[in-house]
């Protein structure tokens, strides 16, 4: 079965420094999304993205995040200057139709400690 | 706005039965259900469209109160497997359609005990 691949599985940063996580959605989904779990807590949206452009974006997903989908198979999330508080689980999801009908399948997440 | 979902956590002997609710201020295009094991990634249950619908498979069925906004999931017979953390995600009306992000409740701690 395809799978959401997420890269690296765990990243160890200072603060002030720019982290790059790079996910590849399964192949044929249009949805992209990232999410953020601080441990023991619940799943955060952080931003979605279709048709090549940020669909919706949450409050988190300040100025400090970018996505891109650079070649058409790498979805990724830029921090740019981590902060403490950027310390998570960040996950990346894809969806072959809109969230309204369609399952996200999330990736193994990416564990961000943030020092 | 988040749902809210209760109760936050439940102790159950193998074989019993668990109701988890989810339920919302905002009126719903649709509610999904996914269950995340420690140190895991949420796995996707189910998704309820339309009000009154309801699903299942197994013994993991759930049912969608549109009028209520609210949603139920149900575990009988529970087995050792389903012990995690069940999330229900919902689509509001106010967002701006298909494209927008699920947006969780806090969860619900199951644990099955022997």
């Known amino acids: 079965e395809p799978e959401v691949t997420q890269t690296p599985s765990h990243q160890v940063t200072q603060m002030g420094q720019e982290v790059i996580l790079r996910c590849v959605p399964i192949?044929?989904?249009?949805?992209f999304y990232w999410y953020r779990q601080i441990l023991g807590q619940k799943v955060e949206f952080l931003v979605s993205f279709y048709n090549n452009e940020i669909s919706e974006k949450s409050e988190i997903f300040d100025d400090q995040f970018s996505v891109e989908r650079p070649d058409g198979s790498n979805f990724t999330l830029k921090i740019r200057s981590t902060k403490l508080e950027d310390s998570a689980m960040y996950f990346c999801?894809?969806?072959?139709?809109?969230?309204?009908?369609?399952?996200?399948?999330f990736g193994n997440g990416t564990r961000l400690t943030v020092t | 706005q988040q749902p809210v979902q209760s109760p936050q956590a439940v102790i159950l002997r193998e074989g019993e039965d668990a109701v988890i609710n989810c339920s919302s201020s905002k009126a719903l295009y649709s509610v999904h259900w996914y269950r995340q094991k420690h140190g895991e990634a949420p796995v996707f249950l189910m998704i309820?469209?339309?009000?009154?619908e309801q699903k299942g498979h197994e013994k993991i069925s759930a049912s969608f109160n549109e009028k209520k906004q609210q949603s139920s999931l149900y575990l009988t017979a529970s087995q050792l497997s389903y012990s995690g953390t069940y999330f229900c995600?919902?689509?509001?009306?106010?967002?701006?359609?298909?494209?927008?992000?699920?947006?969780f409740g806090k969860g619900t701690h199951l644990i099955i005990q022997p």
């Open positions: 192949s044929n989904h249009l949805y």
């Open positions: 999801a894809s969806s072959d139709l809109s969230s309204y009908n369609s399952p996200l399948h």
């Open positions: 309820l469209l339309k009000g009154g």
């Open positions: 995600g919902t689509l509001d009306k106010g967002s701006g359609g298909g494209a927008d992000g699920l947006t």
